[in-house]
């Protein structure tokens, strides 16, 4: 498991010595709250072998408490993930606490913690052409960020991207079954959804920081926060990145600086680690008992940039789409070898393949017994890949 003790000083951070533990089960504790004012978020599990799964807690009851006794409590929605029953923001100079009782009567609890001193924010996010230490041709996305007080010194980053997927052989027509017993029939008609235009959004799930500790300015020029290679398939049509920067107080900087040591953040709670890493959190049932995870509560401001592939590689042939689109066929309104069978009903009914025209012959005529030219549902169906619910925020 994870160890380590964090020696903190007022204006750094020092090396720590892991010790060697066995595997324990313990509570993992995701909770960041911020001053945006909407239903903030926890995330409970329990520490995993490397083979295992994951392991939700759920059924626990959660909630943030200030120090005038106001109470916000969370709502478990899915396993291990609890949401605040209302929208609030954390307030300045105000002390919170963080409040967990488990299903089996375990209290736990973190110190108390404050809102950072800041007063500043994202200034700009921008993308450039660039080339990268392979000498692979990409898109560098960068982030500007000022605070003219110089208090916020300590920040972490996330990046949510989202892109459009349109397929290549999308069709306003599908094709519906009649008759699916002999003589099978089938027809075409406009499509019942809609299927040409969709949008996906992927979450980091690294650690990203920097810090302007002992600069003579808080100011952050041109920090790199994501290297997109030219060839990246949802960069092909229309991109978008919202970057969140969170200013952190010298303890959670600390804290998620030095998980961001461990080989890979994404494996810290399985038991191939070296380790234990103190947090904030700790149980009020058994002083003996470690608790990972940090309660952080940080300032949170945000920016977000759209471009299309054109914008910034002009002489570039456009990125492969998602999935191979060059199998065409024309499958058998009744299989001659059987024709109690219908291989086009048959994967109409699947879902597998997408109308693309009508199968003629010389004379225009269509070919009675394979009437479609057809393709895999991925290459005419945005739905495979995404959502086809535009989102609020974008921007054509």
Not at 182 to 192: I, L
Not at 303 to 316: A, E, M, Q, S, T
Request: hydrophobic fraction near 35%.
């Amino acid at each position: 498991m994870l160890c380590s003790v964090l020696m903190l000083s007022s204006s750094c951070v020092e090396e720590f010595i892991p010790e060697n533990l066995s595997f324990e089960s313990l509570l993992v504790v995701e909770a960041s709250v911020t001053d945006e004012f909407k239903n903030h978020e926890i995330r409970l599990s329990r520490t995993f072998k490397f083979n295992d799964d994951s392991l939700f807690e759920t059924g626990a009851q959660v909630s943030i408490i200030d120090e005038f006794q106001n109470v916000n409590n969370f709502i478990e929605l899915e396993p291990g993930t609890y949401v605040s029953a209302n929208e609030f923001a954390i307030q300045p100079n105000i002390n919170y606490r963080l409040s967990i009782m488990t299903k089996d009567n375990s209290s736990y609890e973190s110190l108390p913690m404050t809102l950072p001193n800041s007063s500043g924010g994202i200034t700009d996010v921008t993308y450039t052409r660039s080339i990268n230490a392979d000498n692979v041709v990409g898109i560098e996305i960068l982030v500007d960020s000022f605070d003219p007080t110089g208090n916020s010194n300590y920040y972490r980053f996330e990046i949510e991207e989202t892109y459009r997927i349109v397929p290549p052989w999308y069709r306003v027509l599908e094709i519906i079954v009649i008759s699916d017993t002999p003589p099978f029939e089938v027809a075409t008609q406009p499509r019942s959804q809609e299927e040409r235009e969709c949008f996906n959004t992927l979450y980091s799930t690294g650690i990203l920081q920097t810090q302007t500790n002992g600069f003579s300015e808080d100011r952050i020029t041109k920090f790199p926060l994501k290297f997109i290679p030219a060839d990246t398939t949802i960069i092909r049509d229309r991109y978008s990145i919202l970057v969140k920067q969170f200013v952190q107080s010298l303890e959670a900087y600390t804290y998620f600086n030095t998980l961001n040591d461990f080989s890979n953040s994404e494996s810290v709670f399985s038991e191939n680690q070296p380790g234990f890493l103190n947090g904030n959190i700790f149980s009020k049932t058994n002083s003996d008992e470690k608790v990972i995870g940090f309660f952080e509560i940080a300032s949170m401001t945000s920016k977000r940039i759209f471009f299309n592939y054109g914008d910034v590689f002009p002489d570039l042939t456009r990125p492969p789409f998602f999935a191979e689109c060059t199998d065409f066929e024309t499958p058998f309104l009744s299989d001659p070898s059987d024709p109690s069978t219908s291989p086009l009903i048959e994967k109409v009914k699947n879902n597998e393949i997408e109308y693309v025209e009508d199968n003629t012959d010389f004379f225009g005529n269509i070919i009675e017994n394979q009437p479609f030219v057809v393709i895999n549902r991925e290459c005419g169906d945005c739905t495979v890949f995404g959502s086809n619910i535009k989102p609020d925020f974008w921007i054509d």
